[in-house]
């Protein structure tokens, strides 16, 4: 199994817990910030609980989730009641061409997987199902300031008790890792590290236009400091 289907599970929701519905619903307001009125529907792609969908519908939105986290989504409809969600892989994606007016993709849900093809696979499949003209965000990390704060070690509190984190950049594969320990459970977080070029290289590839990179959803243009990579654009054709 790999880690990503072990993880977001209860214990990721704990160590998380802290990502509530105001961050959703600063980050939602930014995407409106930018594109305004959105006509069709559009994907929160790995949606988890569907925190970020509930900000998109009370600004009047479509959203529809995706997720492959059978927890997560149970847990979305238990919180939040009823939502159109489909549990599915992102390289794989359950929707026709061009289904989508829109897309968003939050909190570094990108990166997962062992080889280079997998991920350029998944930016494949987001401009498939986005329609001519769909707008979409894209809210990763920054490697450069990853790799400047790395903190190696720390131990968090969660409702439920300590978690002990490991933190680790393996150069071979260019690959943030991270372990959890939750008492006798050891739990594994792998994000493969893009900069901004290679990014780019990857959505060009795929007719996705970026129109402005950010570093925070205030609205500061994204620097090597910055604390995130946020991209926002549109499809070409």
Known sequence: ??????????????????????????????????????????????????????????????????????????????????????????????????TFAGLVNFFTSFGYFSTEDENLGVVHEMARVLDKGAVFLFDYLNVHRELDKLVQRETRQTPTGSVAIERWFDPFDRSFNKRMTIGQKRYLERVRGYDLDEISVMFTSSSLSIRDAFGDFDGSPFSRSSPRLILVGSKLS
């Not at 970020?52 to 989730?65: I, K, S």
């Open 1 to 98: 199994m790999t880690w990503y289907q072990e993880w977001f599970g209860e214990e990721y929701l704990e160590l998380y817990s802290h990502r509530d519905e105001n961050e959703a619903r600063q980050q939602v307001s930014f995407f409106r910030d930018q594109f305004a009125k959105v006509e069709g529907r559009i994907l929160d792609l790995a949606c988890g609980t569907g925190r970020h969908m509930q900000e998109l519908f009370a600004a009047a939105y479509r959203p529809v989730g995706c997720d492959l986290s059978y927890t997560l989504l149970r847990t979305g409809v238990k919180d939040y009641g009823a939502m159109p969600v489909a549990r599915a892989d992102m390289r794989s994606l359950p929707f026709c061409n061009g």
